[in-house]
């Protein structure tokens, strides 16, 4: 994340865009079906839906259950509880954003270190702890984990721990921060520690571990995917920028810190198809050396079922410069100019903060797609009840954002909310990121013509 131009943020945020419709895609596939539905995706489809904090924030209340997010979710300005879930999440393509974590969950849990010695452990991220759950199609961008801990401690955006869980088309943006005053402690793009299977899913991490208890001898862990654990990790895809500054013994992979059983008779363990890029800066203040930093996988401990088609393109960047904590930001009073990219009709709007001093930028204070229309305007077309239809268009895509019939008395009920509208434009979407004025307007035409086909059939 380091030195690149605010385009580099802006191609990979586009990137990131595209990778997300694509995470959408099987719950488009999903939602049409085949004719037959099964009993999972009955049950899914009873889940209860979630749009905004406040709901997701319920899932406290009921931590089994099945839940499905229907639009994207700001998580800015809250002091975020990380919650405890069991159940099954389908984020159906949706983004929680500007997620904030500085505080563990509040129930602690065990982990183990090589030697299987326990440790009374706290967890952090949007989950402290994962249960049997099932987390698919969601998409976290813009977050923060920032974590002092006076204890063993693992925090990750995702969950901080999971326990044979298993995570589908999901990804993560943002950043895992921790000073850690304890021994059994780690940061991850996806998960802590624990076991589980993660596939396609992505993680764009810069993670900073700096080890505060400097004769504990600890055991520190450091993976884009997985600190410590052991998992299936299939079709995966990771760029990370790490910082390790570490008085014990540092576990760094690109993937995953240390693959290990933990203790626990579990099955999954491929590790496939996973693309690394990145690198990890890092010191191990150790006499008795053993430094593991790894594009895919720090320390083997335990042997992965099958290992094939992993490939990184992976900095071990070793220092032996112990005095000086290892950090992305280097300047001793560093200034940041604030460069505000607005949102547009089919992209994020976002911040970068870059030091003028180092170059060192990171981007947060991320606002959903959204469209700019214009003034109710009329058109030709009457409703079914003989009244006027008006409509207004977005001033810069030329797409429709929302219709009203005004005068026989039934506005409110036959206005087409923008969302709405949006669901029905779906495709329109892909053709605004392409450009191109005129496909733009083809594309809007194309659009109306469809509305009044869809409003047609409906009746
Ligand atoms: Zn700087
Ligand atoms: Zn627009």
Redesign the pocket.
């Known amino acids: 994340m380091k030195k690149n131009g605010s385009k580099t943020a802006a191609l990979a945020l586009a990137l990131w865009m595209a990778a997300a419709a694509v995470c959408a895609a099987p719950t488009v596939v999903y939602a049409s079906g085949e004719g037959a539905v099964s009993a999972a995706e009955a049950a899914a489809q009873e889940a209860v839906e979630i749009s905004d904090a406040r709901g997701l924030l319920a899932i406290a209340d009921a931590p089994e259950g099945a839940y499905r997010l229907t639009a994207d979710i700001d998580l800015g300005g809250i002091d975020w509880q990380p919650l405890v879930f069991k159940g099954t999440l389908d984020g159906a393509g949706h983004t929680l954003y500007n997620l904030r974590v500085t505080k563990a969950g509040t129930q602690t849990g065990t982990t183990k270190d090589g030697n299987l010695k326990v440790y009374k452990t706290e967890f952090a991220g949007l989950f402290s702890a994962v249960e049997k759950a099932s987390v698919k199609n969601l998409n976290i961008v813009g977050a923060e984990i920032s974590m002092e801990s006076d204890t063993h401690c693992f925090a990750a955006i995702l969950t901080g721990s999971t326990d044979d869980s298993t995570f589908t088309n999901c990804s993560v943006q943002g950043r895992v921060h921790m000073i850690n005053h304890g021994i059994n402690a780690g940061v991850a793009g996806l998960a802590g520690y624990g076991w589980g299977v993660f596939d396609k899913c992505s993680a764009d991490v810069e993670l900073v571990f700096e080890d505060r208890y400097r004769n504990g001898h600890c055991e520190q862990f450091m993976g884009g995917v997985l600190s410590c654990g052991m998992a299936t990790i299939r079709d995966c895809s990771v760029t990370i920028d790490g910082y390790d500054s570490c008085h014990g013994y540092v576990h760094n992979g690109g993937v995953v810190g240390m693959f290990y059983h933990c203790g626990l008779k579990y099955s999954h363990k491929d590790v496939t198809g996973n693309r690394v890029q990145g690198q990890i800066h890092f010191f191990e203040h150790n006499k008795d050396r053993r430094a593991y930093c790894t594009g895919i996988i720090g320390e083997r401990l335990s042997g992965c079922r099958t290992y094939t088609d992993n490939k990184a393109k992976f900095k071990r960047d070793e220092t032996f410069n112990y005095t000086k904590v290892l950090l992305p930001?280097?300047?001793e009073a560093?200034r940041y100019t604030e460069t505000v990219t607005p949102s547009g009709c089919a992209d994020w709007g976002y911040t970068v903060h870059t030091?003028e001093?180092?170059g060192?930028h990171w981007t947060d204070s991320y606002t959903p797609p959204q469209h700019t229309p214009g003034a109710w305007e009329a058109t030709d077309r009457v409703s079914e009840t003989g009244g006027s239809i008006e409509q207004r268009v977005c001033t810069v895509c030329g797409e429709v954002t929302e219709e009203r019939v005004t005068s026989d008395g039934v506005s409110a009920s036959d206005a087409v909310s923008p969302s709405d509208a949006k669901g029905l434009f779906g495709w329109n979407k892909k053709t605004a990121a392409i450009g191109g004025s005129s496909a733009l307007l083809l594309a809007a035409a194309a659009g109306v013509i469809l509305l009044f086909r869809k409003k047609k059939n409906r009746r």
Do not use: H
């Open positions: 930001e280097t300047c560093p030091c001093g180092c060192y």
